[in-house]
Structures are given as structure tokens and as C-alpha cells.
């Protein structure tokens, strides 16, 4: 039984006050970032601030119809708003617009949408919606594969657009499975992939391969604690390297390092696994397969990371990683964006006097860099209070996810904070140097309809469902 209450008085203000504040300043740093003194007025509508300001008041119009819809219209409809989001991903493929490289746009007159923005929401949804339903267990292999397809089919579609930016954010939802009890050990491994693709650029080859054995004996160890049963396995792999070695030598073969190492893996690995199950030695087989894994997927980076990735892309990772220097192309947006922010000091050159913003240095100022205008004429404290004001809305968001009683509105509650967590964190990451350049907004700041009125939506369902909690109690 429901208990109908009155939505509106249920309203959580003080989230939808730090929406709106920061809403204004977004639309008032669009305006510092192109502004120009043939056009001064910023009620301008031909101008970019003029423009924002209109898909400000259509968002607020937005957030209005969400209150008004049922509450049981986002659990009911979830599937079906994913598979339309699906369907229009796909014909963006076919029909759309290419803008800067990538195929999500659809051209409307003037004015241009990106589906990309608005399947993350209806991503949230099913996701949410799978997950709460009933006789629904997270840790076994049949929700693995479904919450997997949820996920990755969206994020799959975006790549072929080659929105790369807009891809990876979808991988970010592994917050909501960690909150609903995903095994630690998926996580685990995930972490653990994410870091052997970066060493395997950065180290060599054979450094890898000798941590990754470091490794699967240390995980032994606390699986087993046994010293012995680690120093037989340790024993046959240096006895199995000595007799490769040995044999190459002799032989005249001319193996390299790395082939010897990994054929004394196989050899040590073949006569481990007899002698576990003659000793009935428990997780050798999984250790050496995690193993195995780990080294093929060490050679297999390289051609990734030169068949997937497209040429700005890697030197944009190569020069966070170090390793190439391009000052004057891939690294110029982010050194702009540097010196701007850097330049503002501690209190900023003041409102409308960013020498950086207004002889245009940094390339797309109004929208991914919109982050460095703030830094320029606000300052450090300017970007204190933008960085602390944000962790403080996500702080929030994860209060009212954890006052829901239904679990599905819980659910979709770590969607949303999935979601801007990841381009809050990224965004600022990028316009300071720390993480390669990847192309997406700054919630509810940077310029764009798409992305805030995609934005506005994911927020305000997730108010709606809170703001009639009380009714929904599964």
C-alpha cells in the first residue's frame, strides 16, 4: 500500500539550491570565458552565454515536468527508456553529425544534441531497475553477464562513435554494484587490470612479467600460509629457469629473456599442477591462470594501445605518462589551461580581466576548459569553493541514496553520483595536467545544452523518487 504524500513539500532544497548556484556560475563563467566588448550584454542570444541561458530556463522547465510524472513511471518504464536510448544510439551511427572527430551529434537547425549525454541516464535506470528486482543475487555469473551487457552495450555504441570520453564514464557504475555487494574480488581484479595497462606502457616487458610472479606467490601466501608449498613453487620455477637457460645456452637457440621466463613459466606451472593435485593444494590452478592472464595481457597492451586508440589519444596518455613531449599540439590546450590557472594566483585578476580567457590562449574555454576561466579570475580561492562546493553536492547526493527505502531508488541514487563523480573528477583532472585530455563537461558549468539538460534530468529523478520515499518501499 502506498501512502500518498505531498511531493512538493518533500522537495530536498538544499540540493536543488547548490544545483541552481552552480548553474549560475557556470552561466556566468560561459559569459567571462567569451566575452568581448562588441558584445557586452549578457542577455545577448546570439552569443554562447545568451544560449545558455535559455537551455537553463528549459532545464528548470524540465525539472518541473519530472516532479509532475508518477513516481512509478522511472521503475516501470526503465527498460523501455533504455532500449529507445539503445535504438537512437544506433541511428546516430547512421544519421548523425561529425563534430571534432566523433559521430553523436544530431543537427537540428542550429542547434545540436547528443544522445551520448542522455543514455547515461537511461543507463542508470535499467541498471537500477535489474538490480532491484526480485530474486535478483549480484554475485553470481548470470548477473554478472546481464549487469555487463546494461553497461558495456551503451559504452560500446559511444565508442563507435568515437566519443572515447563519453565511453568511459559508463564504467564508472561499478560504484552502484560496490554499494549492492559486488564481490570485492571483481573490483580487485578491475583495479589490478587498470594498473598492469599503465605499467605495461611505461615498464619493460620482463619487469612486468617478474612483479606479476611477485605477486601470485604473495597472493599464495595468504591464501595458504604455508612457507613450504611457496617454496616448492618458488623452487621449481627457478630450477625450470636455470634448465631453460641452460638448454639455450648449450644449444645455441637463441631464445630471448623473455621467451626463456615465460616457457620456465610453463614448464614450472605444468609441474606445480601435478604436484597440487597429488597434495591437493588448494587455488593453483586459478593463481597460474591469473598468471597467465596477467602476461598475455602485458603483450597484448601494445597493440591496443596502437590499433584501438587514435593517434591524439595516445600522445595525450604518453604525455601524462611522460613519455612524449608535444608542447606545441596535444600538450598545448592543457599548458594554456595551466598557465591561465596558475596565473590567477590566489585571489584571481578579477571578473572579466583574465588576459588568458579574453586573447582566447585556451581552446574550448566555454566548455571542457571552463574550469581554467574560474581558476584565472576567481583564483585559488575561486576554485576552493567550486572544488569544495561540488564534493559537498556529491557528499549530499550520498545521504539521500541512503535514506531510500527502496532499494531501486537507492540504486539509481549511486547511478547518478556515478556519473558525476567521474566528470567532475576527470574534468578538473584534465585542466590542471593530471589526467589525459579526454573531452567532457564540467556538471551543470561548462557550456552545452545536451549536457545540462541531461544532467538536470539525471539529478531531478533521482529528487523525485526521493522526494516520494516514503511510497515506495521496495
Not at 297 to 305: H, K
Request: aromatic letters at 18%; a positive charge; one cysteine or more.
Amino acid at each position: 500500500m502506498q501512502r500518498r504524500i505531498n511531493v512538493w513539500s518533500n522537495i530536498d532544497w538544499l540540493t536543488v539550491t547548490i544545483y541552481l548556484v552552480l548553474v549560475t556560475l557556470g552561466w556566468i563563467n560561459i559569459y567571462a570565458a567569451v566575452y568581448n566588448e562588441d558584445n557586452q550584454s549578457i542577455f545577448d542570444f546570439s552569443q554562447r552565454y545568451g544560449k545558455q541561458l535559455v537551455w537553463i530556463a528549459a532545464a528548470i522547465i524540465i525539472a518541473f515536468v519530472i516532479f509532475v510524472i508518477d513516481i512509478n513511471f522511472y521503475p516501470f518504464f526503465a527498460y523501455l527508456v533504455y532500449g529507445i536510448m539503445i535504438f537512437i544510439l544506433i541511428l546516430v551511427l547512421v544519421f548523425g553529425t561529425k563534430v571534432h572527430g566523433a559521430t553523436s551529434w544530431f543537427q537540428i537547425g542550429n542547434f545540436r544534441l547528443q544522445p551520448a549525454e542522455f543514455a547515461k541516464i537511461a543507463t542508470a535506470l535499467a541498471l537500477a531497475r535489474y538490480l532491484s528486482s526480485y530474486n535478483v543475487q549480484i554475485n553470481t555469473l548470470k548477473s554478472y553477464v546481464r549487469v555487463a551487457a546494461i553497461i558495456l552495450l551503451p559504452a560500446f555504441l559511444i565508442l563507435l562513435q568515437n566519443d572515447t570520453g563519453s565511453a568511459l564514464v559508463y564504467f564508472m557504475f561499478v560504484i552502484v554494484l560496490y554499494r549492492e555487494g559486488i564481490s570485492e574480488s571483481i573490483l580487485l581484479f578491475g583495479f589490478f587490470v587498470i594498473v598492469l595497462f599503465i605499467l605495461a606502457l611505461v615498464l619493460e616487458k620482463l619487469i612486468i612479467i617478474l612483479l606479476s610472479i611477485a605477486i601470485v606467490f604473495i597472493i599464495f601466501w595468504f591464501l595458504n600460509r604455508k612457507f613450504k608449498n611457496i617454496g616448492i613453487g618458488f623452487g621449481i620455477f627457478i630450477l625450470s629457469l636455470f634448465v631453460i637457460y641452460g638448454i639455450n645456452e648449450l644449444f645455441k637457440i637463441a631464445l630471448s629473456n623473455y621467451l626463456i621466463i615465460i616457457v620456465s613459466l610453463g614448464v614450472s606451472a605444468i609441474a606445480y599442477i601435478i604436484l597440487a593435485i597429488k597434495y591437493k593444494i588448494k587455488r593453483v590452478v586459478l593463481l597460474l591462470l591469473f598468471l597467465t592472464g596477467s602476461v598475455l595481457f602485458t603483450y597484448s597492451v601494445d597493440f591496443v594501445f596502437n590499433n584501438f586508440l587514435e593517434p591524439h589519444q595516445q600522445k595525450r596518455i604518453n604525455v601524462v605518462l611522460g613519455l612524449e613531449s608535444d608542447p606545441y599540439g596535444v600538450e598545448y590546450n592543457v599548458n594554456q589551461s595551466k598557465i591561465a590557472i596558475g596565473s590567477g594566483g590566489i585571489y584571481g585578476k578579477g571578473f572579466l580581466k583574465g588576459t588568458q580567457t579574453k586573447f582566447d590562449f585556451v581552446p574550448e574555454q566555454s566548455t571542457d576548459f571552463i574550469f581554467c576561466t574560474i581558476g584565472e579570475e576567481w583564483g585559488f580561492i575561486g576554485t576552493f569553493l567550486i572544488v569544495s562546493l561540488f564534493t559537498f553536492f556529491l557528499y549530499r547526493l550520498v545521504k539521500i541514496a541512503e535514506r531510500q527505502r527502496s532499494s531501486f531508488s537507492r540504486m539509481y541514487g549511486y547511478g547518478v553520483i556515478s556519473v558525476l563523480f567521474f566528470h567532475i573528477t576527470i574534468n578538473i583532472g584534465m585542466t590542471i595536467g593530471l589526467i589525459p585530455v579526454i573531452g567532457i563537461p564540467l556538471p551543470f558549468i561548462s557550456y552545452g545544452g545536451s549536457s545540462l539538460w541531461a544532467f538536470t534530468i539525471l539529478l531531478f529523478i533521482f529528487l523525485r523518487l526521493d522526494a516520494s520515499r516514503l511510497e515506495m518501499l521496495k
